[in-house]
């Protein structure tokens, strides 16, 4: 959104892009005071120029930064909270996650990607799912839509719930990490990628097994590092 000072006549105003390029323009309306423009997910961050013209006349001239800014805020396990997932009585939200993001910044993003690197029972990488390197999977659940979404959009001031859809806290044997007859204890990154700003926001976690005679039957605690 541009505003517009009410004693200077503008008939157009131009949006310039970081590269100095014409991004988009806006013919203004008599007596508007403001324009706005719809910037997507597919922008490039930093200082933009907004030009106010009155025929070929610049008579206003400004700079806005554009600027994602993404934090994870809280993530956990359904298993030991059902009451953040989607469906507290589901056996599914056992196996999967919830991670709750944070957009500080005054620009959109798109989440394209979360992902569960490290002593996780059935990590996103070689060693369990193997999507980390498949740009065509995000591991993203939608519980409205029932399926897996190609992206999140998440908007300024925004703060969401991303749901894992490739069961990461799943027991498989001979994948990720198993329980034992011993404690065991390591640490795991959640990783959001995403398409306009850092490309890639983390979180460090460490992650405790309790010991267990069955592979899949022991209790999991994990507390950010």
Not at 44 to 52: F, I, Q, W
Not at 78 to 91: I, R, V, Y
Not at 96 to 123: H, K, M, R
Not at 157 to 186: D, I, K, M
Request: glycine share 8%.
């Amino acid at each position: 959104m541009v505003e517009l000072s009410e004693d200077t006549d503008v008939s157009q105003v131009n949006l310039i892009q970081p590269n100095g390029e014409l991004f988009g323009q806006r013919d203004v309306a008599t007596g508007a005071q403001q324009v706005s423009f719809e910037i997507g997910t597919s922008y490039a961050p930093g200082e933009y120029r907004v030009l106010a013209l009155e025929g070929e006349e610049t008579v206003q001239e400004s700079a806005l930064s554009v600027q994602p800014n993404l934090s994870i805020v809280e993530m956990g396990i359904g298993k030991n909270q059902p009451e953040k997932m989607w469906n507290s009585s589901s056996d599914k939200i056992s196996k999967e996650a919830f991670v709750s993001v944070e957009n500080q910044g005054n620009g959109p993003d798109a989440i394209t990607q979360l992902l569960f690197i490290g002593d996780v029972p059935y990590p996103s990488d070689e060693e369990g799912t193997n999507y980390d390197e498949n740009d065509d999977v995000s591991g993203i659940y939608d519980p409205e839509e029932d399926t897996e979404v190609d992206e999140v959009v998440i908007e300024p001031g925004e703060q969401l719930t991303l749901y894992s859809y490739r069961s990461p806290f799943a027991f498989v044997r001979g994948e990720g990490t198993s329980c034992e007859s011993e404690e065991q204890t390591g640490s795991f990154e959640v990783i959001i990628e995403t398409r306009v700003g850092t490309n890639r926001v983390s979180n460090t976690y460490s992650i405790h097994y309790s010991a267990s005679e069955e592979f899949d039957n022991c209790e999991i605690t994990i507390s950010e590092d």
